[in-house]
């Protein structure tokens, strides 16, 4: 692992992905290293032990990526329960209908089971 100037010579920012997520400043980059000449000094711990130190850091950054998509998913799930309490279609509420109810049910299943799943992941790690 190794922390070196965005401008060094040999470090090429061949292009930005485009992502639905936007809590990241500068957001997911491919970058290119080609002739990048790295010093003592920009290593970050030991040679060879990049890998375990991510792991570190991106173990706990995926169970905070499953806990704000989980999040926005009730957000979603919330707006559309409030519309479909509102909305007429067919000479009635559109959450009478069966179709939607099942759509309904099948969301809070998914839901529940994804926070199941987070917290148990939480608690592992």
């Given at each position: 692992?190794?922390?070196?100037?965005?401008?060094?010579?040999?470090?090429?920012?061949?292009?930005?992905?485009?992502?639905?997520?936007?809590?990241?400043?500068?957001?997911?980059?491919?970058?290119?290293?080609?002739g990048?000449?790295?010093?003592?000094?920009?290593?970050?711990?030991?040679?060879?032990?990049?890998?375990?130190?991510?792991?570190?850091?991106?173990?706990?950054?995926?169970?905070?990526?499953?806990?704000?998509w989980?999040?926005?998913?009730?957000?979603?799930?919330?707006?559309?329960?409030?519309?479909?309490?509102?909305?007429?279609?067919?000479?009635?509420?559109?959450?009478?209908?069966?179709?939607?109810?099942?759509?309904?049910?099948?969301?809070?299943?998914?839901?529940?089971?994804?926070?199941?799943?987070?917290?148990?992941?939480?608690?592992?790690?």
């Open positions: 692992m190794f922390l070196v100037d965005a401008e060094a010579e040999g470090l090429d920012v061949t292009r930005h992905i485009r992502t639905t997520d936007r809590s990241m400043i500068g957001g997911h980059c491919v970058v290119a290293l080609d990048l000449r790295v010093t003592q000094d920009d290593v970050l711990g030991e040679v060879d032990e990049g890998f375990r130190y991510a792991q570190v850091r991106l173990g706990p950054a995926r169970m905070t990526h499953c806990m704000r989980l999040g926005a998913a009730q957000r979603a799930h919330d707006v559309a329960l409030a519309w479909v309490g509102e909305r007429q279609a067919f000479g009635g509420l559109v959450s009478d209908l069966g179709m939607v109810q099942q759509m309904i049910a099948d969301s809070e299943i998914d839901l529940a089971a994804s926070r199941a799943l987070i917290l148990r992941a939480c608690w592992e790690a």
